[in-house]
């Protein structure tokens, strides 16, 4: 297993970005909304960044309120890994 | 001064509409969606917020499938257009507004899209069987009007889309007339298109309406442009809402329809329409013992929203709307209200009504002065 640092969550739409930051504020995880990083390639302009910690729960999480994520990708350092789009 | 023109423009608006169209200018002012720094952010999440609230109003799960547009006539073309293709048959009825009626005349002409248009009864309301015998024949989209803009008749809305379930085919409703005046469910009406106007009864400013588009439902857009997604890409987005969202959009409407939306939730439609009801109730029956006025519209309150149209008879409507304006200080319209198909059902056409359209805003003292005028002016000329 490798050591998750950090995650970043990018989305296809503003939309999805902007619901999935309210639902899990609500949920009480600490999130970041941020421009996405250069290294990754998404279709709209800003992601959220969490605790890689978390992963499971908020992939869980946004899959029951039905937001639409594009992919997830794992930031080591300051080298972003991507792993699967979705 | 007595405004009774609520079915052109609702007004007042509820304070925190204006509040929060001034929050926006003053503190936010950033193109939503466009850039990730704080204040675009902000712009976004107010967007986020309103959409989610109209969700709410209507009883939508997916929020994304509410498009916002300029207004209710930009919405109501965005159904129709994006939907509608060369020989492809459309059942309206005769109340429609020439929001409906004018794109779907153009689609006639240009697209050799059929038409089969339903005349409603004298009093405006529609016979379910001849919409049932229509629909025996192959139809793509039926299209109503939840409420007439020129009676106030109530469509059952309901009834419809069990009808069009049955005989298959697509519900839109223009609903720019009773958004916010009465309860709408999308899923229990069956409806798959719906066309709101941000201005009227949600008490949000002009500017700002929409268009919800269920799931399974492709359209075409009307416009493509920048949607601040997918930037690298020379082609519309397929995503919702962007794919229908080029340009920027009116943010600061978009602001006060949620203060004027949430404003609703607070209230409740169900305490609205009781208050509105009222309202025209005692209107109409104040109305009724006024020798020589003729009402026209449903009998019942009850089928209608607060809309009354009359005319003096034997006189112009054009003149009485004058006189109660500038003698009586009473805002009202007169003329054919953009339905002359409507005016042609009811017998009004060509010279039209004088309307009253009364909002959660008024007060009964109002409709009794109301009616006073009416009757001064019965004796001014009559």
Known sequence: ?86 | MIYFDNAASSWPKPPEVISAMNDFMERVGANPGRSGHQASLKAGRIVLKTREAVAELFNIKDPSRVIFTLNGTYGLNLGIKGLLKAGDHVVLTSMEHNSVMRPLRYLEKMKKVKLTIIYCQRDGQLNLEDLRKTLEGKVTLVIATHASNVTGGIMPLKEIGKLVKIEGGLFMVDACQSAGSLPLDLDEMGIDLLAFTGHKGMLGPQGVGGLYIREGIELEPLVQGGTGSNSGEELQPEFFPDRYESGTLNTVGVAGLGAGVEFLLRIRIEEIRKKEEALIRTLIEGMKEIEGIEIYGPEDPENRIAICSFNFKGRDPAEVGYLLDREFGIMCRVGLHCAPAAHRTIGTYPQGTVRFSLGYFNREEEVYTALNALRKVKEMTG
Not at chain 1, 64 to 81: A, C, F, P, R, T
């Open chain 1, 1 to 86: 297993m490798k050591e998750k640092k950090g995650c970043i969550i990018t989305f296809p739409t503003v939309h999805q970005a902007l619901r999935a930051e309210k639902i899990l504020t609500q949920y009480k995880f600490m999130v970041t909304v941020l421009p996405v990083p250069r290294e990754i390639s998404s279709d709209c302009g800003i992601a959220i960044k969490f605790s890689g910690e978390d992963e499971t729960r908020i992939k869980t999480i946004l899959d029951d309120s039905n937001v639409k994520i594009e992919g997830i990708h794992y930031l080591k350092g300051k080298k972003v890994e991507e792993e699967g789009q979705n």
